[in-house]
Structures are given as C-alpha cells and as structure tokens.
C-alpha cells in the first residue's frame, strides 16, 4: 500500500523549523525573522500578556479600578519600565503644553504693551526746562503733577546709586529682569502675615513707575511687568537701567527723580550729593508721603497736617549706610560719620512753583508756543529742554526800562496807567529776543499772570496806519508816498457828517438821535491836501480811512467793506501767525461781544485801530515784515527742544519767507515811517542822529522808522519802531482796560517812548548801520510839496517836492511843475481875499496832480493825472474878504501930534522920537498856532526896512530915530503885520530941523503921556 501525500502545511512546518533554534530549555527562538513578522509577533505578544493580565482583574468595571488604585500596584507600575516611559511620555507632553501656554500668554499679554524705547520715563512725564538762547542759563524749570529733570548717569552721585542698590536691590548686579529667591521670600512672608515685602528688582520697580503701574497689583499687571523687566535687561545694561530708576523715582510731592529732588531739598545737583544726603534721598521711595520733609509745614507752607515721619526717615536712613558699609561700598567709619549729619538742617524750604523765574512773560508766552506746536497733554508730561531765542543781556534792559518808567507813567497819568508791556524780535529771523509782559513779575507767584505782550488782545489805534498805507500802495497804479488825500471834513463810509457839530470837543453835546458826526482828526482840524508821507508821519485820521477804504480799486460794495478785508487780510499775512492761519483766523479782529470771543466784520474805525484788536507780539512781526521788505515769516520763541534721551523734537531753521507785499511797497513805507521831517514829534534830527527828545530816527547811521498810536478813547497807548534788524512794540495802559489815560492831560508819546527809544538804540548800540536798500525800479518823481504844518507841531515843512513811487505807479511822473499862487499860511490856493504879503508863486502846489482821494474828484488807480483835473482845488480858508485888517497910526513925532496933513520935525541932531498906535483886526497880532508868523511892526524910512519889532497886542509902541543930516525931509513907513499877514500902513512926512528941537511926551488916548511895547534906536539910512 502507497503513502499519502504531504500536506502544504507540513512543508511550512518544515520551513519554521528550519528558521527556529531550540534552547536546552526547550525555548524556541525566532531567527532571520522580517520587520513585518516582528511586529506581528510583538503584537501578540502584547495581547497575550494583556490577556493574562486582564484574567487576574474582577469582572466588574468599579472593582478593577480600585484594584489598579492599591498603592503596591501603583508603585510597582511607575517604577517598571511601562511605567518609566509613560512617565517620559507624560513629562514631554507637559513640557510641550506649558512651552505653547507660556508662550501663547506672552502674545497675550504683549499684545497691548508697549514698547519702552528709553529709559527716561517719558509716560510718567517731568519738568520742562527752559534755557536762553545761550543754552547755559536756565530760565524756569516747568512742572504741573511730576517735577523731574532727567539727567545723565555720570551727573549722578556714586553714593546716590550705591545707596539705592543697597536698600532696594542689593543682588541687583548678580540677577537678571526678576529675581526668584526675592519673588519667594516676599511670598513667604506675606503667607506668614508679615508686613508687606517687595519682590521686585529695580528693573522691575522701573517698570512698574515708567507704565505708572505704582497702584495696581493685579496679577496681569505683575505678568506685564516682567515681560517687560525681561525685554529692559535683553536692551539695556545694569548701569543703564539703575539710571533710568533713579530718574524716575519717587522722593515725595511732585518730586521724581534724583536731580529734581537734590534741587530741592539741597540746592545742589544730583552729581554733587553728598553721602549723608544720598542716603536720605535714598531712604524716600520706600514711602514718599511719609519720609518726605515736604509733608511738614516746616518746610512747606502750603501743608496744613504734618504726616511726615522724623524718626521713620532718619532709621531708615542709617540702616541705608549700614548696608552700604555691609555691601562693601563704604566703610563703616563712612556711615558711622555720615550718620552724625544733621541731614533735615540741610534740606531747604520748598519753594513756589514760581519762584526764581528769570524772564517770567517771555518763558510763558514760550510755553504757550510750545504747547501750540506739541499739544498741552504731551508737554505736560515734560522732561524735556527747551533753548528760546531770548537774549538775557537785551530782556535785561527790556525789564529796565518798564521798571524806570513807571513812575514817569504813574505821575503823568495820575497813577491812571499801571501796566506796561513791550516786545523786541530780531528782524531778519523772526526771534522774539526780550518781552515784558506788565509790570510786576511777582505778581506770578499770587496766580496773577496778564500778560499784555501775548496774551491780551489790544487795540493798535493808529499804530495799525503802516498797514493801510502799505495796502493802499500795493493794489492801487496811481499811489505813491507823494500822492494826495485830502483831509478834509465830509461823508465816507462810517462816517456820514450829518450831525451839525463834532461831538468829540471838550463839553460837547452828543449829536442829535440818528445823525452820525465826520471822521475827526486828534487835533479837530482839517489840513487839506497832504502827501501820503506827511499823512503817516502826521498820524491823520481821515487819510488813513481813505487808504484803507480804497485797497480794492473801484470797490463797489456796501460800506467798502471788500477794501477793510483786503486791508485786515494784508496785515494779517505781514504778522504771520501761522498757529492761527492753521485754524483759518485772522490776528486783528473785530468782535461782536464784549468778551471778544465772537469775530465780527470790521469797519472803517479799524482804520485807525479802533474797535480791532491783535496781540502785540503778532503786531512787531507786522512791522517786522516791513522791516524784511515784504517777506513775512513766522515769529517765534524756540530754538530748540529735546527729549529726555536727547533726541531733537524740533530745532529752528531759517523760514521760508513769503512775500505778501512787494519790495517796492515795503520801502516806500519805511522811508515815509522813517522821515524825520514829516514826523510831528518834537526835536531835530541831522542825516545820521537826533538830539535827545522824541524823535529818535536816526541813531548812530541807523534808519528807524516810528509810528505812534492812541485809541479814540484813550485807553491804549502804544509806540513801534523797527529798522533792517530790530523791530520793537510798546503798550501802556491801566490793568482795568476802561480807563482813560489821557484825561489829566498825558500825551501818549511821553508815556511810551522812553522805552521804544531806549530799547530800540540798546539793541543796536555797537552794531554797524544797516539801512534799507532802495529797489532799482522804485521810481523818484514830482510829488506835491505841503506848505504848511499838518498838525500844527513839530513836522517841518516844506515837504520835498519828489518823493517815491512804485514801480507800477501811472501817475504824474513828468516834470511840470504845476505853479499856482499859493496862501502861505493856509498852505492852499490863494483866492481874492488872500492879502498879498501871504501869496506865493509855489511849484507842485496843485494838490490835483496828484490826487488819488476817490472822495475828492481824484482815482488812486485810474492811470496818469493832469494839473487840469477835475478834482476840487483846496483854496485859502484862513482869510475872508470881510475880515478887519490891523491898523498902524503915527500918533507923535518928537513929542508933537501928527495930525492931519502937518509934516512934523525931527532935530537935526540928537534922537527923534517916533510914537505909532496899533490896533488888532479879526486875527491875533501874534498866536502860538502859527509860530511862523509872528506879529510884526516895521519902520521904513524913504524906501529902507530899518527896524523891525514883535507884536503882540493892541496899544502904543514908539521908535528912536536919529537923522544922519540936517535940513530937508524924509518919508517914514510904518507897517503892521498880523498872524495871518493882514497888514496895514501909514505914512509921513517929516522935516529935519537945523537945530536941536526939544521933546514932549504925547499923550496917549487916554490923554495920559507914555509909551508902550519896545523902545528901538534908529539912525537913518542903516540896518
């Protein structure tokens, strides 16, 4: 019988025969095995010894977890190798999970926190100190809630940083951002119930005081903090980051880092601290509002309840110098001798806010720049240094010269005017160099702080009269410093001269309801024609109205208002305030209230700088840019400011200058503001001084241009004067601003001028003469010549018969000389009641050439004029045909009458006396208002003016002659001569004798013998 045949099965068992080895044992292992089968065969492994595990467990769910809980159990899992590596397993995922938790709460949290860029503590703010141009001498040092002065390390005493070290952080130089042992023992500390112990590190506390975290003890806030501790450390040395704590640190009141309070408490800079005071210093942060000797009234008035602890302060203290000698950065002999100081006898009272001060007005108008340019909020915070443009030697005299005229003020104006205030700015770079704002800087410390140089709006009154005519000038074809308004009484815009009398005279009753009075000059008086030059100069009213009005050629709307905005718009450019262009404002205004809050449109009064008001400073930077010829640019107080790290916010570069009116304009107003001879002040001037009196135009060569102002009221007194390199306002008044100053009789001229003059010729003492370039194409042409005084004072005529024009000027430019028979003493045309002694032929006397008054017939830019215009010719109104004319009667001659037709007799030898009577006419023989014509009785004997006398009043006057030969007869003339140059004559002839006649006196028309007047010794034939 056959076998079977092999299954496949026993050919497998023969091939893992082949791939096993028997042990003795009888194991049976595995060789040449694949990676598949030995996963496999693991796998199974595992399910066997889960299986046979699982078999050892109770059926129940409940009871197989408390058997797996037994503690034998469970110590012998964790300590097998399963359990080591589930150990690994769970400790890599802890870590993984807490590396994603820490860093997803850093993203948190630094999300919303800022970046410290510098350790000067710039969110916690500080003082801002202002220093003079120089950069050397400090002005004021600023602060509202925070007084802190940001200093360098190396201006900080060593024993000042070691003390702090050693009280705050002694391990400071030995850990990074936090410290662990402090973080722990403090919370040790706090679980026993101690008192409360800082963890933190100075990096930490610079933090904490830096983002003002002081009161907040969240635990987002400790996070915040310590990423940012961490984020200081990784940017920042140890030295760096000690620094910036103690320029941070609190050492009570307003009092933040160590220069700010070595200032004061000791008076003396951080650098300079001594040990003892170091360590006091030192001691102050752990609790300012107790440590500090400011919460005692003995060292600050303004405590009320002495919180201050002596004794807590001084323990702390010589524990500081303890640990600075444990520390090792002292001795003890050090600390033990620093301790025998009498530290709190060192510290000074705490001085007001103000106190020391230099330049007081000028440093807060500089504020007020400052906070224009940066905002109030981010100046407040402060630490920052500020270079002004204040020159202390020229704010020096500035104060001076306000201090030494006040008692000029207060005795001519009664003590009616009590504050004063000027402004000076350099002219070519807009830099105010010396302001005094009032009169009493002291009044700084009781909160009283009007500042009249910048902070209070003030009528110019007719120092605004520059900008009028320079607009007029500019926009017009047919104006020039030559040109003609008339002034005259009649109806412009504003003022419609219905009212039948000039209500502005002395016990003068108002004008009747709905009737309005004439534009009226200071003086009440109406000159007629006047140039351009010699309106200015004369500072007459009605002429500036008239320039203003007629800024716009052929202005058509109502009340010639687009020729006020025109004006107000050009003068406002000149004064450049680009703070306020910035907010779409003008500097001079009108207001609708009282509070002058409200703009409102302005009218012809604003001519005159009446009802309109601008700030002073603004003002000198408008005469300013006449100074610079047109070119206007902003005024300023800063030169420079820095951050606390140094870092520049702003340094002053030379501006770009705009022209807002030409050169050509610019000029002609200076010279015209800057003739001496048109200026109705008193004095004399040659071509390169003048003598000490009120006009001061010419200093050392310098060309200074002046104009003064009143207000109509009285009120405001002001005075500017500006040359190529300083320009200078001054302001008197009364603080209440509705008092007259005038109304004893001031003129406003002596109350502001000692201190324009005085400043304007300090500031250029010493300085080469730099005067006004002429522009090449500024024209030189036949101008009317004014012939008589325009306010009856001190200008001197005649005025030149060629004067300036611009460049695009139409007008009159040829040579005819327009003669016209001129009355001398009205300075107008001769009419037919014109007596002949006052007649004379003048060249450039018809005011029609030159007329440029739209009121008056003539076009400020309707191209060339002609003697034959058409406007009104002014003529003679002094004289009127039916006035009395003076009389001169011979009454005696040699003591017998002269009547009828006798011919009396004179000796042939010895002295004749000659006896007249003078009677007045209709004029004064001799007035005060017309100096140039004093009244006059002249003798003439046969043809030849032999004697000449004054006169003043009625009454009998005598002459002495002796005739130079006997026999015959002569022919004596006398005439009388009055103020307006009425004269009258009589005439004799008188025999000479052969012999001596004797001599009677005659009577007078009182019958009674005698003479009056001068008695004059005349010989014949002789001067």
């Known amino acids: 019988m056959n076998e079977p045949t092999p299954r496949p099965r026993r050919k497998a068992n023969a091939k893992a025969a082949k791939n096993t080895f028997t042990t003795k044992s009888g194991a049976t292992i595995k060789l040449n095995q694949s990676m598949s089968e030995r996963r496999r065969a693991n796998k199974e492994a595992k399910a066997r010894k889960k299986a046979a595990y699982l078999s050892t467990l109770p059926k129940e769910r409940w009871k197989r977890v408390l058997y797996r809980m037994h503690p034998k159990r469970v110590a012998k899992y964790w300590f097998s190798r399963e359990g080591a590596i589930m150990a690994l397993k769970i400790t890599g995922i802890g870590l993984v999970v807490m590396f994603l938790l820490v860093v997803g709460l850093f993203a948190y949290f630094r999300k919303d926190l800022p970046k410290i860029k510098d350790l000067a503590g710039s969110n916690l703010g500080g003082s801002v100190t202002y220093y003079d141009r120089t950069g050397q001498t400090v002005l004021w040092q600023d602060y509202d809630a925070v007084k802190r002065v940001p200093v360098p390390g190396d201006q900080i005493s060593k ?137 005692s009234p003995q060292w600050n008035p303004a405590v009320t309840a002495d919180v201050f602890n ?75 240094k500020v270079i002004t443009t204040v020159d202390m030697t020229l704010q020096a005299k500035a104060e001076e010269l306000v201090a030494s005229n006040r008692a000029n003020v207060l005795r001519l104006t009664g003590g009616v005017a009590d504050e004063q205030a000027t402004v000076l700015e350099d002219v070519p770079t807009g830099q ?125 709307s109502a009340g010639k208002v687009n020729s006020i905005n025109k004006t107000i718009a050009t003068a406002s450019a000149m004064m450049s305030n680009t703070y306020l262009e910035s907010q779409g404002k003008k500097t001079y205004n009108c207001y609708a209230d009282e509070t002058l809050k409200t703009p409102n449109q302005c009218y012809t009064a604003a001519a005159i700088g009446d009802g309109a008001y601008l700030h002073l400073d603004d003002h000198v930077n408008g005469y300013a840019t006449l100074g610079r010829m047109g070119s206007a640019i902003p005024r300023t107080y800063l030169l420079s400011v820095t951050n606390p790290t140094g870092k520049s916010l702003l340094k002053w570069t030379q501006p770009q200058a705009k022209q807002v009116i030409k050169p050509d304009t610019a000029y002609i107003v200076n010279d015209m503001a800057a003739d001496p001879n048109a200026s109705y002040l008193p004095g004399s001037c040659t071509a390169n001084t003048c003598t000490v009196n009120y006009k001061f135009h010419r200093y050392n060569g310098w060309h200074f241009a002046i104009k003064t102002g009143t207000t109509n009221d009285g009120y405001d007194g002001l005075m500017g004067s500006w040359s190529t390199k300083y320009a200078v306002m001054t302001w008197v008044g009364n603080n209440m601003r509705n008092v007259s100053l005038t109304s004893r009789g001031a003129s406003m001229e002596s109350l502001t001028m000692p201190i324009t003059r005085g400043l304007m010729q300090a500031a250029h003492a010493n300085l080469p003469a730099t005067n006004w370039n002429k522009p090449a194409d500024v024209k030189t042409a036949q101008a009317f010549v004014v012939r008589s005084k325009v306010s009856r004072l001190f200008e001197i005529v005649p005025s030149p018969s060629t004067d300036l024009y611009p460049s695009w000027y139409t007008g009159k430019v040829a040579s005819n000389t327009s003669n016209q028979a001129i009355d001398k003493v009205s300075g107008k045309l001769a009419s037919s009641c014109t007596p002949e002694l006052a007649k004379q032929t003048s060249a450039n006397s018809n005011a029609a050439s030159w007329n440029a008054d739209q009121w008056m017939g003539g076009s400020p830019s309707g191209g060339s004029s002609s003697s034959s215009s058409s406007a009104p010719q002014e003529s003679d109104d ?27 007799t004179c000796p042939a030898t010895g002295v004749c006396d000659i006896k007249v009577l003078v009677q007045q006419g209709t004029y004064n023989l001799t007035d005060s208002s ?92 002789t001067n």
């Not at 601290?273 to 030192?282: D, E, F, H, I, K």
Request: glycine share 10%; charged share 20%; hydrophobic share 35%.
């Open 432 to 556: 105010i160099v010396a302001l005094v704002g009032g009169v009493d800087s002291a009044d700084f410390a009781n909160g009283n702080q009007n500042n009249y140089a910048s902070g209070i709006l003030i009528p110019p009154g007719s120092t605004f009269k520059p900008y009028d005519y320079a607009t007029f000038i500019e926009n017009n074809t047919n104006v020039g410093a030559g040109s003609v308004l008339y002034d005259t009484k009649g109806a412009i815009p504003g003022y419609t001269n219905t009212c039948d009398h000039n209500p502005n005279t002395k016990g003068a009753a108002p004008c009747a309801p709905g009737t309005y009075p004439a534009a009226y000059d200071y003086d009440n008086q109406f000159p007629g024609p006047i140039t351009l030059r010699y309106a200015l100069g004369g500072s007459r009213n009605v002429p500036a109205m008239k320039a203003m009005l007629s800024a716009v050629p052929n202005d058509k």
């Open 159 to 295: 024993y000042m940083a070691q003390a702090t070290v050693a009280i705050e952080d002694k391990d400071y130089y030995n850990h990074g951002a936090f410290d662990v042992r402090g973080i722990v023992r403090a919370g040790v500390n706090d679980l026993k119930g101690g008192s409360r112990q800082g963890g933190s590190t100075i990096t930490q506390q610079l933090v904490k005081l830096d983002q003002d975290w002081t009161n907040d003890r969240t635990i987002s806030r400790k996070v915040k903090e310590l990423i940012l501790a961490v984020e200081l450390e990784r940017e920042y040395s140890k030295d760096d980051i000690l620094t910036g704590y103690l320029n941070i640190a609190p050492y009570g009141g307003v009092d933040y880092g160590v220069q700010a309070a070595s200032r004061d408490y000791f008076a003396v800079d951080a650098k300079d601290l001594t040990l003892a005071q170091a360590a006091m210093l030192a001691s102050i942060p752990k609790a300012p509002g107790a440590y500090s000797p400011y919460n």
């Open 930 to 1021: 017309r100096p140039n014509y004093p009244g006059t009785i002249n003798l003439t004997i046969d043809g030849q003016v032999v004697q000449s006398l004054p006169v003043s009043d009625s009454g009998n006057y005598d002459f002495s002659y002796t005739p130079s030969s006997s026999g015959g007869s002569v022919q004596i003339t006398v005439q009388v001569v009055d103020s307006v140059l009425y004269s009258g004559t009589d005439v004799k002839t008188i025999t000479i004798g052969s012999t001596t006649v004797s001599r009677a006196p005659a009577n007078d028309d009182n019958g009674n013998g005698g003479n009056r007047g001068r008695r004059g010794l005349l010989t014949s034939g």
């Open 310 to 384: 002596k004794e807590g302060l001084l323990g702390r203290q010589q524990y500081v110098l303890d640990q600075m000698a444990k520390q090792g950065y002292i001795t003890q002999a050090q600390a033990n001798e620093a301790k025998k100081v009498d530290v709190l006898a060192q510290v000074k009272p705490l001085t007001p806010r103000y106190a020391g001060i230099k330049a007081p007005y000028f440093v807060l108008t500089a504020k007020q720049e400052l906070e224009n340019k940066f905002g109030s909020a981010l100046v407040q915070r402060g630490g920052w």
């Open 878 to 904: 002094i004289h009127n045909c039916s006035d009395t004319q003076p009389t001169i009667t011979i009454t005696a001659v040699n003591g017998t009458a002269a009547t009828g037709s006798s011919s009396p």
